[in-house]
């Protein structure tokens, strides 16, 4: 709360007044003063609308959205801006005789109320404060002609009252029996506990985000100065009075002088200048951190301005106003396009930097644009904030700004291919695919021009906010374990709209829910016995025997997993191939129970094709439900579900936090496949690749979801060549189906440029793909260097889509970089492998005293005497 507001008019003289009065608080004002130019920038402004005054509301609201932080109306204007303007812009101005006839509408649409009096009565003034708790009183004793003493605005003050004192009553100069000096009024109510009478002062810095710089003392004349002055002047208490800079030249320019809550206290908010605040040069006396984030990219750039050796970027960026625009509006599209938290927090980041830029290239700083938000943030009138039309989504030329900002993001137009496009039709669009003018682009990176914390961006996946998604399914969860079929069925009806009369399917399945179309029976048919076939091969059908030493047989023998649950994801596909990739391995292991869960349709059924792949499988069940509550299902049985040992299977964050929330519950006793995430692809081509060919691939993991990640490593490629791969992807992309996913995951992924396959193969090594295609002049040379990938595709024939679905390997591979640690699924996955020995007298004998004596040295008696115990029988 302002210790007092000083009340100005037209004839506030010469101005003198003005800025001493801005830098202690707010002013009141007339209509007609409030937005002269002579009204200092800094200085907070409440108008106050007379009784008398003829201005209507939309005059009043005018006045706010030209930057008045409050307006203080008569009793017949408040009943209609109460509720239009927000409370905290609106005063109630009263006279002391109709304070009871505010109604409790009026009194919580407005922040507080000022009141005219005759005069200064406190204990009066105190009585009626109580109809307005909790709001700001202000009292102005309109008939006063004597200045009010200092005593009279403490106790106002300690009533929770301000004083409004008129300008007529206020001077720089000394206090005497007709006005009040400035100083002597704002320091009313300042105590001191110090035994020299110095308040302790905060000064903090006005442009870097109110960063401390010191701790001072300030005494009644070092304040005075202040204000009057606008420079930093303290009370030192060895040398005197000390204006700040006056022989160091690292002056201040105070721009707000305020008290604490205590009156105790006080703090200067500054400009600072020169070298710093602290006598060490250095901007702080707490520390020698300097400023961090925007304010210091603002240093930075300043200096540059004035000081950019020659050559270097910001100094071409200052020098080229058309680049720097190209960059700005590049950096605006990958913001747009930016889908985590730390791809926006990345790409934000970048178009600051190139935003300030161009500010500080016009003499704009953080200061002006926060002056300027602040502006804004007092508007009250709100336009609609529609988009231009240049910058909407529908826009269908390309010569708008939409079209050089998506062409921004690579350093060459794409050109038209060189390949005829047979393979995607022209016609071939559907349901409006391909409606924007925009191209469906990707973002190209040089590797040799990138930093090492710039390439480790580019092998960066979207953070999966793990701990947050077990959160969110844990309640799920819960439930099904505690309430079991009851809880599924409740779920599958809230989550997948279905109602079921049971959760469960078991064979023989029917006939009817088995129909299918001649052609996808047979294709389904074939996958089986590839998968089949491959998959047998991978069968541990033998026993490991070696003997280590004579006498000491070591065997390994494996055995199936008995009871696994397959998790086939129904959402934006049907993916009976999924059911495929865990059916077979599972069935080839020789697991008893093979569960498949899938989300039901929502008439209740499972789609035909997974339930033809269960019968080729044997499942013994399957599980209509999806999401988190399947996977709970699955891992803690219910009356209709059994429980399962290990859990398989792709799914959305819900399935994966689900799967990784019950793999680290003891009571579940269950395992997990692997961490999944979004779909990948990495593709390496070099001058040999067919650019339809390339693009294909890339689409084929673009179109599963928003967020698959789908990177181009070019092996020394031209840009008229990596133009003609973005313009067939662009081509391709508007004749699918799902071309609304496409347009979202391909502007979020990446081109890398190198300069050989072992710049690209390392690359993608870092990475650690789910697929790898090779597109290369001698793809199989080059699997050998191959060390990080789920899945390899060799050669121009080899698409993705292959395994995907049936040539044999499986396509349930491990994301997010996971490669590194882990295999794809395949069939020893559905086995465990069990260790045994068996150890004659004789190798006793021999081995016996290796192991008692290693059991004497951990200090493991009974080990070592299970030993003994037979070395002495047989001796």
Not at 75 to 86: E, M, Q, S, T, W
Not at 325 to 342: F, G, H, P, V, Y
Not at 614 to 635: D, F, H, M, R
Request: hydrophobic share 45%; charged share 20%; glycine share 6%.
């Amino acid at each position: 709360m302002s210790v007092f507001l000083p009340l100005l008019d037209a004839h506030v003289g010469d101005g003198a007044l003005l800025a001493p009065l801005a830098r202690i608080g707010p002013l009141i004002l007339p209509p007609d003063f409030a937005l002269t130019t002579s009204i200092p920038k800094n200085a907070t402004r409440y108008i106050l609308v007379d009784t008398d005054s003829s201005l209507s509301m939309d005059h009043v609201i005018s006045l706010l959205d030209q930057g008045a932080d409050k307006v203080i109306v008569p009793l017949a204007l408040a009943k209609g801006l109460a509720g239009v303007v927000p409370a905290h812009r609106l005063l109630l101005l009263l006279d002391v005789a109709n304070v009871s006839a505010v109604s409790d509408t009026i009194r919580s649409g407005v922040s507080g109320v000022l009141i005219k009096t005759p005069s200064v009565d406190v204990d009066f003034i105190s009585s009626f404060t109580r109809f307005f708790a909790g709001s700001s009183v202000h009292v102005f004793p309109a008939a006063s002609v004597e200045p009010p003493s200092r005593s009279t605005i403490r106790a106002l003050h300690a009533a929770n009252t301000t004083l409004v004192i008129p300008a007529s009553l206020l001077t720089l100069s000394a206090t005497d029996a007709k006005q009040i000096n400035i100083a002597d009024a704002f320091l009313a109510n300042i105590v001191s506990d110090r035994k020299d009478g110095l308040f302790p002062t905060v000064v903090s810095s006005h442009l870097d985000g109110g960063r401390t710089l010191g701790l001072v003392y300030s005494s009644l004349e070092s304040i005075q100065e202040s204000i009057v002055s606008g420079k930093g002047v303290y009370q030192s208490r060895k040398h005197g009075l000390w204006r700040k800079g006056e022989t160091s030249g690292a002056t201040q320019d105070v721009v707000r002088i305020r008290l604490d809550c205590d009156a105790d206290a006080l703090e200067f908010s500054v400009v600072q200048h020169g070298a710093g605040f602290c006598h060490l040069e250095r901007q702080s006396c707490f520390g020698t951190g300097e400023v961090s984030g925007l304010s210091a990219l603002e240093h930075t750039l300043k200096s540059r301005l004035e000081s950019a050796p020659e050559g270097s970027y910001t100094r071409r960026l200052f020098g080229d106003p058309e680049l720097l625009r190209s960059k700005i509006m590049e950096e605006a599209d990958e913001l747009c396009r930016a889908d985590t938290s730390e791809e926006i927090a990345f790409e934000a980041a970048d178009l600051l930097y190139f935003a300030l830029t161009r500010c500080i290239a016009g003499g704009v700083y953080l200061a002006d644009i926060a002056r300027s938000l602040d502006e804004k943030a007092k508007k009250v009138t709100r336009r609609p904030g529609n988009a231009k039309p240049q910058w909407t989504s529908k826009l269908t030329t390309t010569e708008g700004p939409a079209a050089h900002c998506a062409a921004s993001t690579s350093a060459e137009t794409p050109k038209p291919p060189t390949r005829p496009a047979a393979t995607v039709p022209a016609s071939a669009t559907v349901d409006g695919a391909g409606d924007s003018g925009a191209p469906i682009r990707m973002r190209t990176h040089d590797l040799s021009a990138t930093t090492v914390a710039e390439r480790a961006q580019l092998l960066r996946r979207p953070v999966l906010k793990s701990d947050e998604m077990i959160a969110k399914v844990r309640p799920i969860v819960d439930d099904v374990r505690a309430r079991g079929d009851a809880a599924l069925l409740e779920l599958t009806a809230k989550f997948d709209k279905a109602q079921l009369a049971t959760p469960v399917i078991r064979p023989p399945f029917a006939p009817e829910t088995m129909v299918l179309p001649d052609d996808v029976r047979a294709a389904i048919d074939v996958a089986y016995a590839n998968i089949h076939k491959f998959h047998k091969a991978q069968a541990a059908d033998t026993t490991l025997r070696v003997e280590t030493m004579p006498g000491v047989v070591c065997s390994r023998f494996a055995r199936p997993i008995a009871r696994v649950g397959l998790y086939i994801p129904g959402g934006t596909a049907i993916l009976p191939s999924t059911a495929l990739m865990l059916g077979i391995p599972a069935q080839v292991a020789g697991c008893k129970e093979i569960v498949l869960a899938t989300p039901p349709r929502p008439d209740g059924s499972v789609s035909p094709e997974v339930m033809y792949v269960a019968q080729l499988v044997g499942a013994s069940a399957i599980l209509k439900a999806g999401g988190a509550q399947a996977v709970a299902a699955l891992a803690y049985g219910t009356a209709s579900v059994p429980k399962v040992d290990k859990i398989f299977g792709p799914g959305n964050q819900w399935v994966t936090a689900a799967k990784m929330l019950v793999q680290n519950d003891t009571d579940a006793l269950v395992a997990i496949d692997m961490p999944a995430g979004p779909s990948e692809v990495l593709v390496i081509a070099d001058h040999t690749a067919d650019a339809a060919f390339v693009a294909a691939d890339l689409l084929s993991q673009a179109e599963h979801g928003v967020d698959s990640q789908v990177v181009l490593v070019t092996v020394g490629l031209p840009s008229e060549r990596i133009a003609e791969i973005e313009a067939e992807v662009d081509r391709q992309a508007r004749a699918l189906t799902r071309v609304d996913i496409v347009r979202q995951s391909i502007p979020k992924s990446i081109i890398v440029r190198t300069g050989s396959v072992e710049e690209a193969i390392a690359f993608s090594n870092d990475y650690a793909p789910e697929h790898l295609i090779l597109h290369l002049e001698n793809a199989p040379a080059a699997v050998a260097a191959v060390e990080n990938a789920g899945s390899v595709f060799v050669g121009p024939y080899s698409p993705e889509s292959c395994g995907d679905y049936a040539s044999g390997t499986n396509h349930t591979l491990p994301t997010n970089g996971y490669a590194r640690q882990f295999s794809g699924v395949n069939t020893l996955s559905f086995q465990k492998h069990i260790t045994s020995q068996e150890v004659t007298a004789d190798g006793l004998k021999g081995l016996g005293p290796v192991v008692a004596t290693l059991a004497d040295c951990e200090g493991l008696d009974a080990h070592a005497n299970a030993v003994r115990v037979r070395l002495r029988a047989l001796a």
